[in-house]
């Protein structure tokens, strides 16, 4: 790994192509939200994930990530995160979160959205704004060159309690570029003032990752799909964003 101890950072024409394979990406994900409706099976959306990103010259970056089958992990109600696409067909109320990656030009993005199917709780549609808000949150007022992962980590923790749910601790975002998961670890939990600093070029995942009740999780059966222990919701929000001497970019 040449990137296990230092961030990377992006030439220019690097940062157009993440911004092309971003966009691929972005329009992915809004594209499948949209589809999204009681009935269909989370299989359907994981091709119709595919079959977008592959006609717009992108490659699914999750797809045989150590072994893994699916373009998108959708992981419904109780489920955390990398929840299999199956014929697991869903049902009016439910929340399935839809996580996906692309690779262009050899550079990986990463992003996730949280969709409702048919007429979902006002709590639950509640649950799923405050996580938005607080990914929203911490692009717009914290995240530039020269804090250190940890002002990030505490906020969300922070705006996430304020919100009336809890981060997963063990369940953090990551640096990307050459590969999906690459230096720093970028935690939903932690204190401000710690941790790595993030300098200029650099990109990073933000993911709060949050659930309803416990934060204690464990893996299921299959090897892949995490679930909450107590079986009480979760919610997943994600962009990869590039850090820019004016601005954060959110590429996807
Ligand atoms: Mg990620």
Redesign the pocket.
Known sequence: MPYDRQCQIFSEEQRQSLRTGGAILRDCLKHVAGLVRPGLTTLDLDRAAETFIRDRGGLPAFKGYQGFPGTLCTSVNDEVVHGIPSDRVLLDGDIVSL?G?VIFDGLYT???TTAAVGNVKPAIRRFMEQVEETLEAVIRDVVRSGVRVGDISAFIEQRLKKGGCKAVPVLT??G?GDT??QFPDVPNVGKAGTGPLLPLGTMI?I?PIAVLGSTEVRTADDGWTVVTRDGSLACHY?HSVLILADRVESIA
């Open positions: 996580d990656g990463d992003a996730c975002g990551h990307l999906l998961h995942a993911e994600e």
